[in-house]
């Protein structure tokens, strides 16, 4: 019996041993790849720090003209803007185009470029990238520091590109695509930008974020489109054609951009 006991102490001790180690935790997890998580801190790996309204940041009092371009040769402040203050008309394709005044006005300040053989080409499409990169120019942004990396939220960019998409991510302006598996994005920043996208940037970029809207003035223009378009529609950046159409899912062309860049700019 005296045996049977000193045999069951030692059994029991050998228990409460294992039980005293210290078990593998079934909370360990692995921090995903996802790029969208390289705000880490320390403390929690999972939260970074925005300003208190990461959309509303100062403009600058001329917010066009406060940065330089190589070949910027006229500023808004020397005087008023007329076209003996530039080329009158520094494309061969451009001459009597709607959107011809507007293009010559931001040729003019640096903000646009052509082709080599002298073109604009005002009706081609302009992409998701050119669209962001000329918002952000004209609304005096510049790219932050450390934004050059290529796959530091977006796994498809070039190297002009990064600093202006990586940048405008960082301020709320755009938001990319999930290649499907929960980890990677992508910007598409080469695809064209259609008109609501590219209305939708152009007002972020300004810092305009319209509020809930549900109709529409336009008979094409629906869910999420609506307020950024009406919006767009009430300062006087896009116009009410005859048919009552905006056309949101046709692609932005070059010439519409500068349209509608002008008319910003002019209406702040």
């Not at 530039?86 to 185009?97: A, K, L, Q, T, Y």
Request: hydrophobic residues 35%; contains cysteine; aromatic residues 14%.
């Amino acid at each position: 019996m005296h045996m049977l006991k000193n045999l069951l102490l030692s059994f029991l001790s050998l228990v409460l041993v294992a039980s005293a180690a210290t078990p593998v935790s079934a909370y360990k997890y692995t921090m995903p790849s996802n790029p969208l998580y390289k705000y880490t801190t320390p403390s929690n790996p999972y939260t970074y720090t925005t300003p208190t309204n990461p959309y509303k940041y100062t403009m600058p009092s001329n917010p066009l003209y406060k940065y330089t371009t190589p070949g910027t040769i006229y500023e808004k402040d020397d005087d008023n803007f007329n076209d003996q203050d530039c080329i009158v008309n520094p494309f061969s394709d451009i001459e009597g185009h709607p959107a011809e005044k507007y293009i010559v006005e931001l040729t003019c300040i640096g903000l646009l470029r052509g082709y080599e053989d002298g073109t604009f080409r005002p009706d081609n499409t302009i992409t998701r990238a050119e669209i962001l990169k000329i918002s952000m120019m004209a609304a005096g942004l510049e790219p932050n520091g450390g934004t050059n990396e290529l796959n530091l939220y977006f796994s498809d960019l070039g190297d002009w590109q990064a600093p202006w998409v990586n940048t405008a991510f960082e301020l709320g302006i755009v938001e990319g695509y999930n290649n499907g598996d929960g980890v990677t994005y992508y910007y598409a920043p080469n695809n064209p930008v259609n008109r609501a996208e590219g209305i939708k940037l152009m007002l972020a970029t300004f810092g305009i974020y319209p509020g809930e809207m549900n109709q529409s003035s336009f008979t094409d223009v629906s869910g999420w489109m609506t307020p950024w378009v009406e919006v767009a529609y009430g300062i006087g950046i896009i116009d009410m054609p005859s048919s009552g159409k905006f056309y949101p899912a046709s692609s932005l062309t070059r010439g519409d951009a500068a349209m509608y860049l002008s008319r910003m700019i002019n209406s702040l």
